[in-house]
């Protein structure tokens, strides 16, 4: 399944993202931590991409 990070916007496979999260029922990938940490701190700025 291929994800979208919703931060870069680099797409890849579910399987190679660095870290991953659940939001809204939806899995998010993430390239890297400090990607996904920045999505949590801002959930609604981010919550619709990817």
Do not use: K, N
């Not at 399944?1 to 993430?30: H, K, L, N, S, W």
């Amino acid at each position: 399944m291929q994800v979208t990070d919703p931060i870069c916007r680099m797409t890849f496979d579910q399987g190679d993202a660095a870290t991953t999260t659940e939001y809204r029922g939806r899995i998010r990938g993430f390239c890297c931590q400090s990607r996904r940490r920045r999505f949590e701190e801002d959930l609604e700025t981010y919550a619709d991409e990817g």
